[in-house]
C-alpha cells in the first residue's frame, strides 16, 4: 500500500529518456511555439467571443480576455518550470510522479487520458461533418450508414475514423515531420484570424463599445471563465518535452509565446468584434465571426470560410493525438508500476 504513494527521483525519470526507448530530439522554440498556437486557437476566438460577449462581458470582453490570460499565464510559468526541470514526454503525469506520488500520477495521467481522448472523438465527429457536407455541396450525399453513428442513426462514422487515422499516420512519420505539418495548419489557422481582422477593422463604430461594461465587473469576471475554455492547448507544449533540442530554454519559450501570442489574437479580435455589431445580437448565433462578416456585407471566399462550422473546421484534433500518445508511451515505460496501467 506504501509503494503507491511513493514517488520517483527525477533522475530516474530522466534515464527513462535515454537509449532506444527515448524519442528523437528535434524540436526547438520556434516550433513549440507554433504547436502551442495551433492547440489554443480554436473554437475559444470563433464561437466563445460571442457566448461571452453577449451574456456576460459585452464590450469589456477585451478585459475577460485579459483575466483570463492572466491565470494562465501563472499556470503556464507552472508548466515551464516544471516542463524544464523534467523533460519527459508525461507532462503533468510526470510531474505528478515526481513531486506527489505514483497514486495521483496514475489518478492524474488517466483524467488526462480520458480528457483528450473525449477531445479527439468530439473533433473526429466535428471534421466528419465537415467532409461528408463538401460532397453534398455538389450534388453527391453518402449514406447515412457509414457517416454516422448508431445513437444518430447510422451504424458506423466512417469519416472520422479514417480522419483519426490520418492523423495518427502523420504522427508515426516522426515528429519533424509532424511538426512541419502543424506549421501548415497554423499558418493557415492565423491567416483565417488575420483575414478577418483585415476586413472587419474597417467597419468598426466606437457607438458599439457603449454601454463598455454593461453587466459591471462581476460580468467581466463571469465571461472571463467561459472562455477560460478558450486558453485550453498551451499545455500540450509540454507533452513534446522529450523530443526538444534544448528543453530548459525552449520549453518556457515556447509556452510563454504562444500563450502572448494567442492572447494578443483575441484581444483583438474581441475588440472588432463588439465594435462591428451591437454585442447584444451576439445572443442569436453561434458563429459571431461569420455573423460579423455578413452585417457588413462581406460574402467572398473569407466569409465564406467562416461560415462552415469552424469549432470542427479548426479545432487541434492532432494536437489531442498527439498529447494522449505522450502519456500513454510514458505510463507504459514504467513496468515496475504497482498500478496496473
Known amino acids: ?57 459585452g464590450p469589456a470582453l477585451v478585459l475577460s480576455f485579459i483575466l483570463s490570460g492572466l491565470a494562465c499565464a501563472f499556470a503556464a510559468l507552472c508548466y515551464a518550470e516544471f516542463a524544464a526541470m523534467v523533460p519527459v514526454a508525461g507532462s503533468a503525469y510526470t510531474y505528478g510522479y515526481a513531486a506527489l506520488g505514483e497514486f495521483w500520477a496514475w489518478v492524474i495521467g488517466w483524467d488526462l487520458i480520458l480528457e483528450y481522448a473525449v477531445a479527439i472523438a468530439a473533433v473526429a465527429i466535428g471534421w466528419s461533418g465537415y467532409a461528408v457536407s463538401l460532397p453534398s455541396n455538389i450534388g453527391i450525399h453518402l449514406p447515412k450508414a457509414i457517416t454516422l453513428a448508431p445513437m444518430d442513426g447510422g451504424v458506423v462514422n466512417l469519416p472520422a475514423i479514417l480522419i483519426i487515422g490520418v492523423i495518427a499516420a502523420f504522427l508515426l512519420s516522426g515528429v519533424k515531420e509532424t511538426s512541419r505539418f502543424n506549421n501548415v495548419i497554423v499558418v493557415i489557422k492565423i491567416a483565417v484570424v488575420l483575414l478577418f481582422i483585415v476586413l472587419a477593422v474597417w467597419h468598426v463604430k466606437p457607438a458599439n463599445w457603449h454601454p463598455f461594461m454593461p453587466f459591471g465587473f462581476k460580468g467581466v469576471v463571469s465571461g472571463a471563465a467561459v472562455i477560460f475554455f478558450a486558453y485550453i492547448g ?40 463588439t465594435g462591428v455589431v451591437k454585442y447584444t445580437v451576439f445572443a442569436h448565433t453561434s458563429a459571431p465571426v461569420a455573423y460579423a462578416l455578413q452585417q457588413i456585407g462581406i460574402n467572398w471566399v473569407g466569409a465564406r470560410i467562416c461560415r462552415r462550422d469552424l469549432r470542427d473546421y479548426i479545432r487541434p484534433s492532432r494536437h489531442d493525438v498527439w498529447t494522449n500518445s505522450g502519456l500513454l508511451r510514458d505510463g ?10
Open 1 to 57: 500500500m506504501i509503494d503507491m504513494f511513493k514517488t520517483k527521483p527525477i533522475g530516474d525519470l530522466l534515464k527513462e529518456t535515454e537509449g532506444k526507448q527515448g524519442l528523437r530530439k528535434a524540436l526547438g522554440a520556434f516550433d513549440l511555439t507554433l504547436l502551442g498556437i495551433g492547440a489554443i486557437v480554436g473554437t475559444g476566438i470563433f464561437v466563445l467571443t460571442g457566448v461571452a460577449a453577449a451574456n456576460y462581458s
Open 234 to 273: 498551451f499545455d500540450a507544449v509540454s507533452t513534446a518535452a522529450e523530443e526538444v533540442k534544448n528543453p530548459q530554454k525552449d520549453l518556457p519559450k515556447g509556452i510563454i509565446a504562444s500563450l502572448l501570442i494567442c492572447t494578443a489574437l483575441y484581444i483583438v479580435v474581441s475588440a472588432i468584434l
Open 332 to 341: 507504459k515505460r514504467r513496468p515496475d508500476s504497482s498500478i496496473p496501467w
